[in-house]
């Protein structure tokens, strides 16, 4: 049964409306808080961070008071990448860990994710839980005023989250002589991704680190990838870094401009750690990563198994396979060995580690050829229209019309109100007319 409240990325939509509200979020994190606090320890702890959306500032303090409402003490870390607060959660040894964001979304969206003690995102199953006691009527989640929960902030999340990632490599690791162009995208990493570059000696050229509450993803970050390729061009840099607004998400671009999906970077992972005998199983994708990288690893006798689109999905999987490498065309990459969810900045630092030899990233990071694909996104008033008997005419003609020669996939975002349609063939007329015939019966 769908879940009413979890899309396939915790909660999200437009602030203000719907679930994205003081009220409902003073429900969540009352929920939430009831759920994990049950769990055998001293201190019944919870930790939020947050992205850099304006509307940070009304559902943060509602969070707060439903978690405190229900005896949670919090401490509150302000702007942290997502798996920075997946880390936290864990070494902090807190019962749940809450990030305030809407990632990639506009600024006037909004939502949260919940992680576990371990640092991981919930399964359906908890997310159903928690969604009942969101709709319990009863009040007895609200503890005695003899034992509210405390708030304190805490000041150096970042510095505490820098600290865990630079743990990972050797402690001579360092990037001196490099160059590099960093989009932060106006989000949660505009302070740790700088000064985590700088302080490796690399010579960093800084975009989107001036957040002013609206301008997150704003032409920039992760789903703008040609702000870094302009600017790599400009400065005459090795690479560019881009984030999105919570920085689970990572897009790269070489030297020459060309912009780097994460595919590509997934493919140089896999066969760098396979040879350093570091991997473990294979590598997870989704429905929408690229054939050519299915090829590539079929190429390089490394497994290859595919998820249901959503890094929570991926992560199950490599789970359930127990492999260490998993992730998402868009940058999502999950890298087991070290985290519990996608870390653009840790998938950045693993990269950066293979060029501090001098190699070119043209050279490093264009691993496969990419069967030529096309991503169309439609935005819709109900995502259910694809269930119409027109749409689902559509969608099995234009499989018919594809036959062999390609891959067509047409799904609901499970975070913004949009259809999305995915072909790819070595036909690229094939892929536009396919498109056609879907859209067409879309809009």
């Known amino acids: 049964m769908k879940n009413k409240y979890f899309g396939t990325d915790g909660i999200r939509g437009t602030v203000n409306q719907g679930n994205i509200t003081g009220e409902k979020f003073f429900k969540f994190g009352l929920a939430s808080g009831t759920f994990f606090k049950n769990q055998k320890r001293t201190k019944q702890i919870a930790i939020i961070a947050k992205d850099t959306r304006l509307s940070g500032y009304t559902l943060e303090p509602a969070l707060v008071s439903g978690l405190v409402s229900g005896g949670m003490h919090v401490f509150t870390l302000g702007p942290l990448p997502t798996n920075g607060l997946a880390m936290l959660t864990k070494s902090m040894r807190a019962n749940m860990g809450i990030m305030i964001t809407a990632s990639h979304n506009p600024y006037y969206d909004n939502g949260l994710k919940l992680f576990g003690p371990d640092g991981l995102k919930l399964s359906d199953q908890i997310e159903k839980k928690i969604e009942k006691l969101v709709d319990a009527k009863n009040k007895k989640q609200l503890t005695n005023p003899n034992l509210l929960g405390r708030v304190k902030r805490l000041e ?27 989009d932060c995208a106006n989000g949660a990493c505009y302070k740790a991704a700088p000064k985590l570059l700088k302080g490796l000696g690399a010579k960093v050229i800084s975009i989107g680190v001036k957040p002013d509450g609206f301008n997150i993803n704003e032409k920039c970050g992760s789903t703008y990838p040609s702000k870094i390729k302009t600017a790599v061009k400009k400065f005459k840099a090795n690479v560019g870094i881009s984030f999105d607004g919570d920085a689970d998400r990572i897009i790269m671009c070489d030297e020459k401009g060309k912009i780097i999906d994460g595919d590509q970077i997934i493919a140089m992972l896999a066969r760098r750690w396979k040879s350093k005998k570091i991997l473990k199983g294979g590598v997870v994708g989704t429905l929408m990563s690229n054939y050519g990288l299915e090829k590539f690893l079929k190429s390089e006798k490394i497994r290859f198994s595919r998820s249901k689109v959503g890094d929570r999905y991926v992560k199950e999987k490599m789970k359930k396979l127990n492999f260490n490498l998993g992730g998402e065309q868009s940058g999502h990459i999950i890298l087991g060995k070290f985290a519990t969810t996608g870390d653009g900045l840790l998938v950045a630092l693993e990269v950066l580690f293979s060029l501090r030899k001098g190699i070119k990233a043209s050279k490093l990071l264009n691993i496969f050829k990419p069967l030529p694909q096309t991503l169309e996104n439609i935005v819709v008033k109900d995502k259910e229209i694809i269930k119409k008997s027109k749409c689902k005419n559509a969608i099995k003609n234009a499989n018919k019309f594809m036959g062999k020669k390609g891959r067509i996939l047409v799904r609901k975002s499970g975070t913004e109100p949009k259809i999305r349609i995915m072909a790819e063939s070595y036909d690229k007329n094939l892929i536009s007319k396919c498109i056609k015939i879907i859209t067409r019966s879309i809009k």
């Open 156 to 182: 150096d999340g970042n510095d505490r989250y820098i600290k865990i990632l630079k743990s990972n490599f050797p402690k001579n690791f360092n990037l001196k002589g490099t160059k590099i162009v960093l």
